[in-house]
């Protein structure tokens, strides 16, 4: 029987999570006698070592077969680079199926090579909406799912909105979270980060701070107040915030608040040691409310959507928006020991990947 060859496709830190189950599954079934072979395609969008290397190194996900190298640029720049020489690798060696997840700027641009040439797409986290087109992860979910052929999803609402948009139920596969399935399958590894100690970290007894959405940290006067907010709400506890490129070169050395404390990005296992044991996470990613929800730690989200309805109507997550004094009252609520509990949403249950290879194999 022919191989069928899958390109896997990651570029950025928040896809290595999502592709480490699938590649797993596809090596268990391989050693089963299965046709799946896998193309690891890194695009290179995060190439520092603490956004990138350090999670394969971690989360065992193997060398990648190809980096494209494309680096740093505007959506454009970016679009175009990856979508340039994802084209050239297929037209050297073509693969039966573009295996994309999530929704950065790596996952829509080999989207579109592949279809173009007519190699099929399969999207894993598809169907997921904002509704906020200011945000590019809205356009690059829109334009995936518009030129997808597989859609893998984590929840009845993204199978609701594919639905609404004319994609036909054959096409929709309701498989869980392959982020989740990483989680699940980390728990027992996770370990404090170096400066627990140093910095007197008691759990429960301080909150974990990320910020990284241009609508946040793009204008230095409102990333200012927004940690001026969330020092005077966390009442003196300390405040550790991991600190992603963007916001760092964005904050300069302009002076914070003696609370928050700036650290660098961290691995994956020490970052969710930290969350774990938080009292709270205030934070405007995405896939960390999905964390949160899933290790039942409070989560305030400082963004005015959210793709992930179910982290806020299930689990431990509120949306604040991005004024800063929608903090305090949150964080008074917190303080006197109210917060919702949440549950966990149905099918993240640590085996999606699995899911995944199987239909994949099934349906080839
Ligand atoms: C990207 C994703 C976002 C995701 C985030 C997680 C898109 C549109 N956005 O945003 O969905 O939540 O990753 O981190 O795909 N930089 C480095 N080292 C790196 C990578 C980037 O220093 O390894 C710096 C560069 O100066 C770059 C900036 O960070 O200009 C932003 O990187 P970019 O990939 O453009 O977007 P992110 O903000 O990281």
Not at 318 to 338: E, H
Request: proline fraction near 6%; include cysteine.
């Amino acid at each position: 029987m022919e191989p069928i060859l899958i390109d896997i496709i990651a570029g950025a830190r928040p896809n290595f999570m999502k592709i480490a189950p699938i590649i797993k599954a596809i090596q268990e079934r391989q050693g089963r006698g299965s046709r799946l072979r896998y193309r690891l395609v890194h695009t290179g969008q995060h190439y520092d070592a603490r956004m990138s290397g350090d999670f394969f190194a971690q989360l065992g996900i193997p060398v990648p077969d190809v980096n494209l190298e494309v680096g740093s640029g505007t959506q454009a720049e970016q679009t175009a680079t990856i979508m340039t020489r994802y084209e050239k690798l297929l037209m050297e060696k073509r693969s039966d199926l573009c295996l994309v997840v999530g929704d950065v700027t790596s996952t829509m641009a080999c989207s579109i090579a592949a279809q173009k040439l007519c190699v099929k797409v399969a999207h894993v986290e598809a169907g997921i909406r904002s509704g906020d087109w200011s945000m590019p992860e809205e356009i690059n979910r829109m334009v995936t799912d518009a030129i997808t052929n597989y859609f893998f999803t984590t929840s009845e609402v993204a199978n609701a909105n594919l639905r609404r948009s004319g994609v036909s139920d054959e096409k929709i596969h309701f498989v869980g979270n392959t982020m989740i399935d990483t989680l699940l399958a980390n728990m027992g590894r996770l370990r404090p980060p170096m400066f627990w100690e140093e910095l007197a970290l008691e759990s429960g007894e301080y909150f974990v701070l990320t910020l990284h959405r241009p609508a946040n940290v793009d204008d230095l006067d409102q990333l200012t107040g927004m940690l001026t907010a969330v020092a005077g709400g966390c009442r003196n506890l300390p405040v550790v915030f991991p600190i992603h490129p963007r916001t760092s070169k964005n904050l300069g050395t302009s002076p914070i608040p003696d609370n928050i404390k700036l650290v660098e990005p961290q691995p994956y296992l020490e970052f969710n040691y930290l969350v774990k044991h938080a009292k709270a996470v205030i934070t405007d990613s995405g896939g960390i409310t999905e964390e949160t929800t899933v290790m039942g730690v409070p989560c305030m989200t400082l963004r005015d959507s959210t793709e992930r309805p179910e982290t806020v109507t299930m689990g431990t997550n509120v949306l604040l928006g991005t004024d800063p004094t929608n903090l305090k009252p949150a964080l008074d609520l917190l303080f006197s020991g109210r917060w919702k509990k949440g549950d966990i949403p149905p099918l993240w249950d640590g085996k999606t990947g699995q899911r995944i290879a199987e239909i994949l194999e099934a349906t080839l």
